[in-house]
């Protein structure tokens, strides 16, 4: 028997739980069943209570304390715990039956998605190749706030691309928050950024501001001709060639495109889930339903008049 689920991941802030929490809500309204597992070793508050939490089987707060690691090195380690303890998912999620949607919360720690392999063995567990038989589909959100800076933009795109093959598994890339920059960006504009590509940077506003600062302080005044300080380091021509050589290679893959998520919309939560339902094919192996014998209508007793 399959099992569906998806895997909600990203930086730290760009939503996620928010989104865990937006989709669960959509779901109980439209009467689908829904198992909801929190992997966030730090996480604290959330707004429906998960069926499993790995704070149930460590928490980043006692790792820290107890063996003195930072918190970059102790999500880690809760990790590799995590990995030599399998049965803690194994156990509740092997009766789930395929009419459920297993929603899984990341934490924010984007090694873990792009060069740990910490995570590619935890999904080998979960999907098709290990004991769960789970069709799996991660969705990757990135803030869209990013759009304004697109060298930061083109890091998070990165990010993303470099999960996708990393996890090797069916992906969908969110903008999410996208009520922060309606009213800061054209709806033209954010077209641009759905399908990445390195005309974004042809006409970067940064440039203008960069180049109107380069201008600005005379020779000699605080900051003027000091190549380390910020605005020389973000402006200079070899950040300009490293953003244009990562843009390069996210163009040459062609592997990332982005969906608009606002988490208010609920249509727009619809839509997120229609991408994640046809990358998992959840409908296609649900049983048929039988008609509501209760609406039945009895045309030969019907007032045909």
């Known amino acids: 028997m399959s099992k569906f689920g998806v895997l909600v991941m990203g930086p730290a802030g760009a939503g996620k739980t928010t989104f865990c929490s937006a989709l669960i809500q959509h779901l109980r309204n439209n009467k689908r ?25 460590i928490s980043l707060e ?49 090694e873990l998605y792009t060069h740990i392999p910490i995570l590619p063995s935890l999904v080998r567990h979960l999907t098709r190749t290990g004991a769960l038989n789970i069709n799996l589909c991660a969705t990757y959100l990135l803030e869209s706030t990013f759009v304004i800076d697109r060298a930061k933009f083109f890091a998070g795109t990165l990010s993303a691309m470099s999960a996708m093959i990393m996890l090797e598994v069916p992906h969908v890339n969110v903008l999410s928050k996208m009520d922060l920059v309606k009213g800061s960006v054209g709806k033209m504009e954010l077209k641009r950024f759905i399908n990445p590509d390195m005309s974004l940077l042809d006409d970067d506003p940064a440039d203008v501001v960069a180049s109107s600062s380069a201008r600005g302080p005379a020779r000699g005044a605080a900051g003027g001709d000091d190549p380390g300080t ?8 070899s950040f300009k060639r490293l953003n244009r050589a990562v843009a390069q290679l996210i163009d040459d893959f062609s592997m990332v495109s982005f969906l608009q998520l606002d988490v208010q919309d609920e249509d727009s939560v619809g839509a997120i889930l229609s991408y994640i339902d046809d990358a998992i094919q959840f409908h296609e192996a649900q049983e048929p339903r039988e008609p509501n014998d209760e609406i039945e209508t009895n045309w030969e007793d019907a007032d045909m008049s």
């Open 230 to 237: 910020t605005g020389n380091v973000m402006g200079g021509g």
């Open 62 to 110: 006692d790792v820290m304390e107890e063996i003195g690691l930072g918190p970059n090195g102790g999500l880690i380690y809760c990790f590799e715990f995590l990995l030599e303890n399998l049965d803690f998912l194994t156990e509740p999620l092997d009766p789930v039956t395929e009419e459920y949607l297993i929603i899984i919360d990341m934490p924010g720690q984007i």
């Open 33 to 57: 069943s829904c198992f909801y597992i929190n992997l966030d070793p730090a996480a604290e508050e959330f707004a429906y209570e998960p069926d499993v939490d790995i704070k149930d089987l």
